[in-house]
């Protein structure tokens, strides 16, 4: 599939968004009070294509969660994450289908042993 054919599914302000992300690493810290102490709360790191690969949040005693993307070359959205554990172990994997306009239809939730755990439906309600 081509790259043309990826970008016409993604919108124009996603793609200048990604652009500024391009081999980013986003660290997010927690200070005391007094500002003498902080502390690593939050990572996020970007692809060379400005795409989220790996989301973890931290906490006092270290890892608390971390998440890997994975992304369809067709569509450019992502297929799958897989969540771990404060060991790092895998928790949950998340999968996805789309509505025809890109947004999400239903995110299919997995144990690690592949069963499947539930599914989220999203719903989309516009008011004037």
């Known amino acids: 599939m081509s790259g043309a054919y990826i970008y016409?599914?993604?919108t124009p302000e996603t793609?200048?968004?990604?652009?500024?992300?391009?081999?980013?690493t986003v660290k997010e810290w927690n200070t005391d009070a007094k500002g003498k102490t902080s502390?690593?709360?939050h990572l996020t790191i970007y692809d060379d294509q400005g795409r989220k690969v790996e989301e973890i949040e931290?906490?006092?005693y270290?890892?608390?969660?971390?998440?890997?993307y994975q992304y369809d070359n067709a569509t450019g959205k992502v297929e799958r994450e897989?969540?771990?554990?404060?060991?790092n172990k895998p928790t949950r994997i998340r999968k996805y289908e789309y509505n025809n306009d890109g947004t999400k239809k239903k995110q299919y939730n997995y144990l690690p042993n592949g069963k499947l755990f539930s599914i989220k439906?999203?719903?989309?309600?516009?008011?004037?």
């Open 121 to 128: 439906v999203f719903e989309y309600i516009f008011t004037d």
């Open 8 to 10: 016409a599914l993604v």
């Open 15 to 24: 793609l200048a968004k990604r652009e500024k992300r391009k081999h980013l």
């Open 39 to 41: 502390w690593l709360d």
């Open 58 to 60: 931290y906490a006092n």
């Open 82 to 87: 897989i969540v771990y554990d404060y060991r």
């Open 62 to 68: 270290g890892q608390k969660e971390r998440i890997t």
